[in-house]
Structure formats: structure tokens, C-alpha cells
């Protein structure tokens, strides 16, 4: 799994992914300047999340709530 994100984060042009044609081969990534450029915004929101995680979590215990209340039994 972890292989096809990073392919997939190298097809978005995020990362470069170099192989080495070694045995095994050797493969090597590094972010390309649009991946550095996302690390900002990115801290920025898992900062967000830190600081709205109480309230995020009281939003979805209440809609919880609310649906359990709504749907009839089985």
C-alpha cells in the first residue's frame, strides 16, 4: 500500500522516485519543489485540526446521536 501512494504522490509530480538498479533494486524518494511547497499548508491544517479536534469530535457525536435517534430498529 505504501508503494502505490508514494507512485501516486510521484505521478502528482509531489515526489521523485529514483531506482537503483541494484539487486534488490534500491528506490529513493524525495519531494520535488511543488511537494516542498505543499509542507506549509499542510502543517497549517493538521495545526487547525489540533486546535478544532474537541469540537470536531462533539460535531460528530452529536450527529451521531441525532441519526440513532432518527432511524428505526431492526
Not at 502505490?4 to 510521484?10: C, F, V
Amino acid at each position: 500500500m505504501t508503494s502505490q501512494n508514494l507512485k501516486a504522490l510521484a505521478r502528482a509530480g509531489l515526489v521523485d522516485r529514483h531506482v537503483t538498479p541494484t539487486n534488490p533494486p534500491q528506490v529513493t524518494y524525495s519531494l520535488t519543489g511543488l511537494g516542498v511547497s505543499l509542507a506549509g499548508p499542510l502543517t497549517e491544517l493538521i495545526q487547525w485540526f489540533g486546535r478544532h479536534g474537541d469540537e470536531l469530535l462533539a460535531a460528530q457525536e452529536h450527529y451521531d446521536r441525532r441519526h440513532e435517534q432518527a432511524s428505526p430498529s431492526v
